[in-house]
């Protein structure tokens, strides 16, 4: 297979100028409509995009879990990577992609942790094991076995029953834009990009060129 010429040239969607809302909240919420009614599967996967102590750039997926007109929510481990990048540079970036429409969706903002109260509530909503598995992993820390996981998915198990707490170091992210880009696939890659950047509390928006 020659990769150079693996592509596809898009024509399902457009996204014009009298599509593009003010607000770019309001314009994500029609996208995720949408994008949940054509059973996108796994709809609320995300890239995430941090950066390290030595301003390498580090990205991995994580599932969406909310969003309201303030932000995006995930959660994860604390003492992660991805957590221990968080804590010393609090920007991030995420990516949606739905090649089901062709769209993606690019945000840049400023990352703060949820409340307590909101990782309690996630976190006793999640499937028992989830919540065990919480408590097992070390994660993104170096381990000499699978054993050790398996060790501790027993011993948490026994020790909890069905009454799990939510672990100190576990809990939630909340990704607060002040920059979002819509990018619809078009034909012969003259795609539709529109960027929104929050200046003075305003949304500014401008359509990109491909």
Known sequence: ????????????????????????????????EDAVKSQIEEVNAITLATVDANNLPDAR?????????????FFTNYESQKGKELAVNPNAALVFFWKELQRQIRIIGKVVKTTPEES?????????????GAWCSPQSSV???????????????????????RPDNWGG??????????????????????????????????????
């Open 120 to 132: 309690d509530q996630y976190f006793h909503s999640r499937p028992l094991g989830s919540q065990i």
């Open 143 to 165: 381990i000499a076995s699978r054993a050790i996981l398996e060790h501790n998915q027993e011993k948490y198990s026994l020790e909890f029953g069905k009454n799990i707490p």
């Open 173 to 210: 992210y909340k990704v607060i834009p002040f920059q979002f880009e819509f990018w619809q696939g078009r034909h012969s890659r003259l795609h539709d990009r529109f960027k929104y950047i929050l200046k003075e509390g305003v949304w500014q928006v401008d359509r990109l060129a491909p």
């Open 61 to 73: 997926i994580v599932l969406l879990k909310d969003y309201d007109k303030e932000g995006f929510h």
């Open 1 to 32: 297979m020659d990769i150079g010429n693996i592509r596809t040239d898009y024509q399902l969607k457009v996204l014009e100028e009298k599509d593009v809302k003010s607000n770019p909240f309001d314009m994500f919420q029609i996208w995720w």
